[in-house]
């Protein structure tokens, strides 16, 4: 459901700039962690696009956005093309709309996306838990770093603190939107982009897109891929919380909120 009143042509032009930004995102303004996971804001302009365009316009973004990237940037000198990366960035781009579409006719929505946001966040920690207890090292940045008792004791309760402090940070950026959001009542609350972004970056980023680059990249070691992604999750999700909150609000000065 996008939220945003727009005739069909700003609807057009405003879709073919969201996707020459996550193009350019995703491609040229990233840092490379792994031969197979990369850090970008890409996420943050796919999450808003879907929010202000709806979820159609999202899913173009999320599908031209990759076919344009596999020509723009060959995989290994060629132009590989993955049908189920391809497909997958396109329920990307549309999800983040379909859930505001699921939760629209629901009271107190922003309890509903908080006990949401909360369980699937207990959900990463304990993964990465998990993963610190089993696993002898871990590769990040094309090192190899040996995971010892000191690291598998503080790196959970540092991933559980940054949890914390961002569940506390997204409560008071809800309040810091509230006064805006009194005028404007269709105009997504962190809580719910901050749900949003951890839907995407747990369905998608972690499991879906994994499996779709193993496939790609003849990887047979499902972690090699995951665990650096549950990593850059700590990352992602705050800042792709406050990235799409800020555009969501700056949009919204610019061009109307359906009622």
Known sequence: MNVYKMSVLQRMVLTALMLALYTVATRFVMVPVTPYVRLSAG?????FSSIMLGPIAGAVVGVAGDLLGAVIMPY???VVINPFM?????????????????FRKFKKKDFIYSIFFFTLLSVIVISLTIYMSIAPSITLFDHEFTINLVARILVPIIALIIMSLFGVFTYFLNKRFKKRREELPNLPSPYQVSFIVVVVEVVFTLFINVFAKMWLMEVK?????????LFLAFIYIP???????????LASKTIKIRE
């Open 43 to 47: 996420i943050a302009i796919l999450i």
């Open 76 to 78: 290994m000198g060629n």
């Open 86 to 102: 391809t497909i997958s960035y396109g329920l990307m781009g549309a999800t983040p709309a379909l859930i505001m579409i699921l």
């Open 221 to 229: 070691n499902f972690e090699i891929i995951f665990f650096p992604s």
């Open 239 to 249: 800042a792709n919380t406050v990235i799409v909150t800020y555009l969501c609000f």
